[in-house]
């Protein structure tokens, strides 16, 4: 059958098949007209079961090959040509002869079906696509968290890197002989920073504890083969704490600046100048003499050095401050102490410096480990003696008519094998150790309780007692909630509570101290300024605290009948009272002299041995009277 060139064969297609009966025999011939129509309906309805968009072509081919049905783009003459000029990576096809029955001759059709491969890997290739195009942005996303991570620690690095360059560029203390010389490279500057905060001092940029106990150790080490001697220097500044609290932290670092930018002057380039932590400085001794007393006469020369840098005023801020130190010195050869033991025995001479005066330089010897283990021991059985080997003794406080107000509390220690230990030994024990706390606590719920008995006793309910407080004690988080259970727990009236201090108090934060002390005289507590004149007399301070009395220490009413400058002094604290309405009253009279004295100038309140000495309560009750 001839198909024309638009591809649309003959609208008619006679087909026939014989009829066969029994037998096989052709009984006759069953003829139709099949209509192209009904051809082409059949490829539309089976290509209506795809994809559309797949765009699936059907090929119709007679028994030779010659094209029954072909879309028109195709220019391939006939079924041969196709297979020659199409290959797969144009088209996925198939294709199949349209079959008849069994022993009958068919129409001889072949049919071709087949799809743009560009059409149906369409899908992959989207599929393809979408998983480029997640690629990038997952590999973008995480580009830029990486980014944002690293540079949240490259920052930091990078600040740091600044910092050690500024540091290096306005650093006026010497340069620590063994510091390494400053690297240019980012990598070197980061190894440096690590290196700076490990070893040295941030504030002071000095060679810090750890550094100096590493050289002290290959110091001791050294030592041990050579028995060369060597020595270490502790240095602690006097009174750095109520600078920091007074002025603040800014300027105890200016102080703390230029104390080392003065010790690099002192100290020879073969020590080792160190900052150990808050107002203390080390300076390790190199190459002395390796003669004991010569050794010793070096390190006492350095010593004294430093004592004397000190005599010259600091400027911090505009301002020129004074500041002392206490030094402490322990020499030594090697291969019989630690590290750990230099340091402790340094720091012992150092306190001990401190106890005895400040602004001096003490030697460790054995004498003084004798006087630290007499103190250890003290200590452990100030422990265990608290309260039971502890005794009130009261000593009174009256007026100008002898009318007994009240009384101080003093507490005294008596030990089972030392007898009476007097408190100039015990109380400053008790505050370096801690047991301050234990010991106030003891004699403030004494107090209140004997208060409370009083009250049943008319001739005793006006009595007050006064109650000394450490500044280590007042100091204390939870001091101010401890003196109010104090007195809810004992019913004391707390108008008859005097808490007696002394001017340490004010080498604490100032307004913390008043914030607490305002809180106790609301409850109507009241607070008398202890010793005043021989610490940290402030005139600034006396107006913010909310105290009711001044007390005149006994080293100036002592002396004052024959000494112009305690007499002024007395004049000075009497006139400052009654300017501030303060009650003002002098401790340690002992004479009628100093009785006129004070009298004559307006102090109208005392106490001391004229009236009398610190008695136990039996007694101070029977001088009370019934």
């Known amino acids: 059958m001839n ?4 591809g649309e064969p003959l609208r008619l297609v006679d087909v026939a098949v014989p009829v066969k009966i029994a037998g096989d025999s052709n009984t006759g011939v069953l003829g139709a007209h099949l209509h192209w129509h009904w051809v082409r309906g059949i490829i539309e309805a089976s290509l209506d079961a795809t994809d559309k968009k797949k765009q699936v072509e059907v090929l119709v081919a007679d028994e030779r090959g010659e094209w029954l049905l072909k879309p028109p783009a195709e220019s391939a003459a006939n079924l041969v040509a196709l297979k020659e000029q199409t290959s797969w990576r144009d088209y996925f096809s198939a294709e199949a002869r349209i079959q008849s029955s069994p022993g009958q001759q068919g129409l001889g059709w ?75 490279d980012e990598a070197g500057m980061l190894g440096q920073v690590m290196h700076e905060l490990a070893f040295y001092d941030r504030v002071t940029g000095l060679v810090n504890r750890r550094l100096l106990m590493e050289r002290l150790e290959m110091a001791l080490s050294d030592n041990a083969r050579t028995r060369n001697q060597g020595g270490l220097i502790l240095i602690n500044l006097d009174h750095f704490s109520l600078l920091n609290n007074t002025r603040g932290h800014d300027v105890g670092d200016l102080l703390l600046i230029a104390v080392a930018q003065r010790l690099s002057t002192v ?252 809180v106790l005289r609301a409850l109507g507590v009241s607070f008398s300024l202890d010793d005043f004149g021989t610490g940290f007399s402030s005139l600034a301070y006396l107006q913010k605290m909310p105290l009711d009395q001044l007390k005149i220490d006994k080293s100036f009413v002592q002396d004052m009948a024959t000494n112009v400058n305690d007499a002024a002094i007395v004049r000075t604290v009497i006139g400052l009272g009654q300017s501030l309405g303060l009650q003002v009253i002098a401790e340690g009279v002992e004479t009628t002299e ?33």
């Open 267 to 518: 100290v020879r380039s073969q020590d080792t100048l160190a900052r150990l932590g808050s107002d203390e400085f080390g300076v390790l001794l190199g190459s002395l003499d390796l003669e004991p007393d010569k050794a010793k006469q070096q390190a006492s020369a350095i010593g004294a050095q430093i004592l004397a840098s000190f005599q010259q005023p600091f400027e911090l801020a505009g301002e020129a401050y004074t500041g002392k130190a206490s030094i402490g010195i322990k020499m030594f050869i090697g291969g019989d102490i630690s590290a750990t033991d230099v340091i402790k025995h340094a720091d012992v001479a150092m306190f001990e410096a401190k106890r005895v005066g400040h602004d001096r330089c003490q030697f460790f010897d054995d004498s003084l480990q004798v006087l630290v283990d007499e103190r250890f021991q003290l200590e452990r059985d100030l422990r265990k003696g608290i309260p039971a080997e502890l005794l009130l003794l009261y000593q009174k406080q009256v007026d100008s008519r002898g009318h007994i107000l009240g009384a101080e509390l003093l507490v005294r220690w008596t030990h089972p094998v030392l007898g009476m230990v007097s408190p100039a030994k015990f109380i400053p024990l008790a505050e370096e150790t801690g047991l301050i706390m234990m010991l106030g606590s003891w004699v403030l719920e004494t107090a209140c309780t004997q208060l409370k008995r009083w009250e049943q006793h008319p001739e005793r309910r006006d009595l007050v007692l006064a109650v000394n407080v450490s500044a280590k004690e007042f100091k204390q988080p939870g001091y101010v909630e401890s003196v109010v259970g104090t007195l809810k727990r004992t019913g004391a009236n707390p108008n008859r509570l005097k808490l007696e201090m002394t001017e340490s108090i004010l080498a604490a934060d100032i307004e913390l101290v008043v914030q607490k002390m305002q």
């Open 594 to 626: 100093q009785l006129n004295f004070l009298e004559v100038n307006g102090c109208h309140l005392y106490q001391g041995y004229l009236f009398s000495q610190p008695i136990t309560l039996e007694e101070f009750e029977k001088q009370v009277g019934a």
């Open 3 to 6: 198909v024309p060139e638009s």
């Open 110 to 184: 072949v049919v071709v079906v087949r799809a743009s491969s560009s059409l149906a890997l369409a899908d992959i290739h989207q599929t393809r696509l979408l998983m480029l195009w997640l690629s990038l942005i997952f590999s973008a996303s995480f580009a830029a968290v990486a980014w944002f991570i690293s540079a949240r620690v490259v920052r930091p690095i990078e600040a740091l890197a600044d910092q050690a360059r500024a540091h290096q560029n306005v650093r006026s203390v010497p340069a620590d002989i063994n510091r390494e010389p400053p690297s240019r």
